[in-house]
């Protein structure tokens, strides 16, 4: 995947982009206190999500996070409880994919000689992927379609179609027969 690094300094953010911020914020809180299931939560996911949700799609509360607004969630996908996801450089998760608790989706990282200075680089988790409990995703990561990610594992590097990634740093193990999907 091609990605363009970019950065944001957090001293020069905007009064609407405070108060967005706040929103999104308080947003996030009603839907993790709101009861999974009903009218009012899919809703509420709807809206935190932007819209950007697609049909059949679930994200189980709690969830925590940034720019909720810039994630792009494709059709079927299942993201279960405890998802991180610092998305300030988007996410785009196509369709199918499925996702274990407490995954980690990091887009930014802070420049190493001033804090307040964010490098930010997408992340694609491409058709019928499954990621395992507990691993994090890395800025500017494709996991490829219909990749596994092992738990726990921290993904560094791209991982291929079909390739099947397992620990710190994830490492390729065995690709799976694309003919079976």
Known sequence: MECEETTVDMRMHTADEIEAGRKMTELLFRFNHTMPGTPEYAALMNELFAGNIGEGSYVAAPVTGVCF???????????????LAMARG????????QMAANVQILT??????????LTVKPVLIREGAWIGAGATILPGICIGKHAIVGAASVVTKDVPDYGVVVGNPARLIKTLDADRF
Do not use: W
């Not at 969630?73 to 405890?82: A, R, Y």
């Not at 930014?108 to 200075?117: G, I, M, S, T």
């Open 69 to 83: 607004d810039r994630i792009k969630i494709g059709k079927g996908v299942f993201i279960n409880s405890n998802l």
């Open 108 to 117: 930014n990282n802070h420049d190493p000689y001033d804090r307040q200075l």
């Open 90 to 97: 988007g996410v785009t998760i196509e369709d199918d994919v």
